[in-house]
């Protein structure tokens, strides 16, 4: 049984959104609600009526009704709230005007604060520069910008206009970009020429070029002043803005196409995911108050890029009247504490962090509660990648009960939690508390059976309004549906390991086509990492099994990032067997231990098990992943080079 950190606070009924809301919804409904337990149940089994209480309680403004809340209930194509016009960004922008909405914080530039009316105003302003521009419904606007207050605003113009969103983060490269970007043929591209990170200066109007000399159906291209690098023969941001005002937001229907995100590309290519206006508002409306305890005034920093779902979920903190801070460039520079500085600094309320910024945290020995005036901080959220045991222990040493640690898993694909905590659950040590409200989630076994405390594919299995609308391009659907229901038809099968307790509470073990089969049995790549990145010599790890063809036990491989001062020597190596065979079973003792540079990860943090798996098959580094999807761009060739000695 795990360790429970943190309890239910008995005045959460009081105290917290979720509490108000299970209070209103006991009243209006006539249920008796008295955990989260039959809260979520509720939320499953009654999903018209649930959603019908996210719309009403937490203030959705339908220009046109809806006939109903859920049509056609079949997955895929659940038809919710039929009928109903809205618009996202009108929700986005209507805080108190001499208050502060948007704060932001970058290498490149000096702080900048928009008040709500500064918003407001700069949103009308630049939907009416976009007008002149020729946007209009359904097109697409594209932009290859950083975490900066342009392009939240030119998000939210955009929506204001039905018009469709979708970006890269500048880091990218312009082969990445164009496998993204040239799906969409956008008619506008907004961009910077450069930016700084880690007290360095990078020109990027090469990248600008291939980009623009790529996308044929490009009209115009918009330059964001940003650092010294001008873009030549664009419109400046400041004639875009140069506009008499237009604070119009078009009534679009409630499946309208919102925004485009992509998935990571470390696999092919990356899809092109289409997310509608009413879906992303509800579920970030639901996810914001019920989970993440946003509420007016508020202020939530998570640290993102433009490319990562986590920046359209940062954006959307507008939706509850919560100021958004905005972060950009390197996340530990100069040093490590930067976002703890930047969270009191800006007198943060949540903080989002990914689970290796907290466990290096941990492990560079910072005191953060100790050592900066965090007292506005309620609730620390992780997201990314699974967060060991140890990381849990840490933050509640660093801030005792007060501070929620709310872990999370979910993906681009819902643009969501799927799994995570609220104010109304407790906390266990390494385990996700639950599934979220109005998440029909379960673990499958290989025949499609729901089963507790094993390992499972993680499954869903009614709809939820944030499911995409379909991928882009994919006219037929049969992308689509052969991505997320090709096992079971009619249930959304995610990709991820998972293993539900009793209680609820749940551990994601992997991506479910990295898990390891071994002698019959599946091991979760995420119980390696819990127990070898724990011991002092090991910064980074990452483990494949190569099948054996006829049907032997194969190969279990374990690469370890030594930790800098320490090296894999026969010693070290004993210890990670001694450590992986007491700590879980003989099983997972490694055929073989290699020592790699650094182990490849994506931009968000998570780690390549696929690809890696497939280099030391045959393929070649650059046939599995765009460099541009690397953190480093260099992680894979060493594994290139252990396949090559072994093919020799």
């Known amino acids: ?138 097109d697409r606007v594209a932009a290859y910008l950083p975490n900066i207050p342009e392009a939240v605003v030119a998000f939210l113009a955009t929506a204001s206009l039905g018009a469709v969103w979708t970006s890269c983060a500048p880091e990218f490269g312009a082969r990445s970009v164009l496998d993204r970007f040239g799906q969409v043929d956008p008619v506008v591209l907004l961009t910077v020429g450069g930016y700084g990170w880690a007290g360095r200066d990078v020109d990027r109007r090469d990248e600008v070029a291939a980009i623009r000399a790529g996308l044929p159906g490009l009209r115009h291209t918009v330059a964001v002043p940003y650092g010294p690098h001008a873009v030549p023969g664009a419109t400046a941001w400041d004639a875009l803005l140069d506009h008499e005002p237009d604070p119009a937001f078009d009534a679009v229907p409630f499946d309208h196409p919102l925004c485009v995100l992509f998935s990571s590309g470390t696999t092919g290519l990356p899809k092109a995911i289409v997310h509608g206006h009413g879906g992303i508002l509800l579920e970030h409306l639901k996810n914001h108050a019920l989970s993440w305890d946003l509420n007016p005034g508020d202020r939530i920093l998570w640290y993102s890029t433009t490319a990562w779902m986590m920046w359209n979920a940062l954006v959307s903190g507008l939706l509850r009247q919560a100021s958004i801070v905005l972060v950009d460039g390197h996340p530990a520079h100069p040093d490590l504490g930067r976002q703890w500085r930047l969270a009191a600094a800006t007198r943060a309320t949540l903080l989002g962090a990914s689970p290796g910024f907290l466990m290096a945290s941990r492990a560079a020995g910072l005191r953060p509660a100790a050592e900066h005036d965090l007292s506005a901080v309620r609730q620390i959220g992780a997201a990314g990648s699974p967060l060991p045991p140890e990381g849990y222990r840490w933050v509640g040493e660093q801030f005792g009960g007060r501070v929620l640690l709310n872990v999370g898993s979910g993906g681009t694909d819902v643009c969501s939690g799927i799994v995570q905590g609220s104010p109304l659950q407790p906390v266990w040590a390494g385990e996700i508390s639950g599934p979220c409200l109005g998440v029909d989630a379960a673990a499958y076994d290989e025949a499609g059976r729901p089963v507790v405390d094993e390992l499972g594919e993680l499954v869903i299995r009614t709809p939820m309004p944030s499911m995409p609308l379909g991928f882009w391009g994919d006219d037929d659907g049969s992308r689509y549906r052969g991505t997320y229901f090709d096992t079971w038809p009619g249930t959304w099968r995610h990709g991820d390991w998972v293993r539900f307790s009793a209680r609820g509470s749940a551990v994601v073990a992997g991506r479910s086509d990295a898990t390891l089969n071994r002698g019959g049995v599946r091991l979760g790549t995420a119980e390696f990492y819990r127990v070898v990145e724990e011991l002092p010599e090991v910064a980074d790890s990452l483990v494949v099994h190569l099948e054996d063809p006829d049907g032997g036990n194969g190969e279990l491989i374990l690469f370890v990032q030594p930790a800098p001062g320490a090296s894999l020597d026969d010693a070290l190596t004993a210890r990670i067997r001694t450590a992986l065979r007491t700590e879980l079973t003989p099983r997972h003792v490694p055929d073989r231990v290699e020592a790699v540079p650094v182990v490849p990860r994506n931009r968000t943090g998570k780690k390549l098990e696929v690809p890696v798996k497939r280099i030391l098959l045959g393929a070649e580094p650059d046939a599995v992943a765009s460099r541009d999807v690397l953190a480093d761009p260099a992680a894979l060739d060493a594994f290139a080079r252990l396949a090559s000695g072994a093919r020799s």
């Open 1 to 138: 049984m795990s360790e429970l950190l943190r309890d239910v606070a008995a005045d959460v009924r009081e105290s917290t959104a979720i509490g108000r809301f299970v209070v209103a919804v006991e009243r209006e409904h006539g249920v008796d609600l008295p955990d989260y337990a039959a809260l979520h149940r509720w939320s499953v089994t009654e999903p018209a009526a649930f959603w019908s209480a996210v719309a009403t309680q937490l203030g959705v403004r339908f220009d046109t009704p809806p006939r109903a809340v859920l049509g056609r209930r079949d997955m895929p194509g659940a038809e919710w709230f039929p009928g109903a016009t809205l618009n996202y960004a009108g929700h986005a922008v209507g805080g108190p005007g001499d208050e502060v909405a948007v704060l932001a914080h970058s290498e490149t530039r000096d702080p900048v604060e928009l008040t709500w009316a500064q918003l407001r105003a700069q949103v009308a302003r630049a939907r009416a520069g976009l007008r002149a521009l020729g946007v209009g419904r359904g």
